[in-house]
């Protein structure tokens, strides 16, 4: 090595290329996921940026099948939230992590997941999904409350008011066939 740092031999920088970020959740092979789960992975040494891929499985890589991505996140960055309607029900997708440095990057193990199935109806938003009950309903009130447009469920869409509240109530009442 010479005094600023490089191999000569192999003209590296003693940085070094980046090692596999190890996957944490959802556990390898899980099942019953949810359809917006968090995906947790263990940081590495010499990393500037992560990038964390899902994609559907058997289509590894293959862009059409991309369900979701967050590319050059920070080195602090050990999870990524999966926003609702990214995932399907009952469908098994395969998700890695790269580690990005200046000379190099490296992936991560592919681990896998399976979702849960889907709802049953508008009201139907917490896991488990077909069965309605308080969590239901706390989650839709939670959703609501934050303006977040999965609690927009009736017209006029983009304003939060009594008529979603109905839709919701009307829903949860009809139950899951």
Same mark, same amino acid.
């Given at each position: 090595?010479? @005094? @600023?740092?490089?191999? #000569?031999?192999? #003209?590296?920088?003693?940085?070094?290329? *980046?090692? *596999? %970020?190890?996957?944490?959740?959802?556990?390898?092979?899980?099942?019953?996921?949810?359809?917006?789960?968090?995906?947790?992975?263990?940081?590495?040494?010499?990393?500037?940026?992560?990038?964390?891929?899902?994609?559907?499985?058997?289509?590894?890589?293959?862009?059409? +099948?991309?369900?979701?991505?967050?590319?050059?996140?920070?080195?602090?960055?050990?999870?990524?939230? #999966?926003?609702?309607?990214?995932?399907?029900?009952?469908?098994?997708?395969?998700? &890695?992590?790269?580690?990005?440095?200046? @000379?190099?990057?490296?992936?991560?193990?592919?681990?896998?997941?399976?979702?849960?199935?889907?709802?049953?109806? #508008?009201?139907?938003?917490?896991?488990?999904?077909? %069965?309605?009950? &308080?969590?239901?309903?706390?989650?839709?009130?939670?959703?609501?409350?934050?303006?977040? *447009?999965?609690? $927009?469920?009736?017209?006029? &869409?983009?304003? +939060? $008011? +009594?008529?979603?509240?109905?839709?919701?109530?009307?829903? &949860?009442?009809?139950?899951?066939?």
């Amino acid at each position: 090595m010479d @005094i @600023i740092g490089w191999n #000569i031999n192999g #003209i590296v920088p003693a940085q070094g290329v *980046p090692a *596999p %970020v190890d996957p944490e959740l959802p556990a390898n092979g899980a099942t019953d996921v949810s359809l917006k789960p968090t995906l947790q992975w263990d940081p590495n040494s010499n990393t500037d940026t992560v990038s964390v891929f899902v994609y559907e499985s058997g289509h590894h890589g293959d862009e059409n +099948f991309l369900a979701f991505e967050a590319r050059d996140l920070p080195t602090s960055t050990t999870t990524a939230v #999966i926003p609702a309607g990214s995932l399907a029900p009952n469908t098994t997708y395969e998700w &890695f992590v790269t580690a990005v440095n200046s @000379i190099a990057f490296a992936y991560s193990e592919t681990w896998t997941f399976t979702t849960a199935g889907g709802p049953c109806n #508008i009201a139907d938003v917490a896991v488990p999904f077909g %069965v309605l009950n &308080f969590d239901d309903t706390l989650a839709f009130l939670v959703a609501f409350d934050a303006m977040d *447009p999965s609690a $927009d469920l009736a017209p006029a &869409f983009g304003v +939060f $008011d +009594f008529d979603d509240i109905l839709a919701h109530l009307t829903a &949860f009442s009809e139950g899951c066939p």
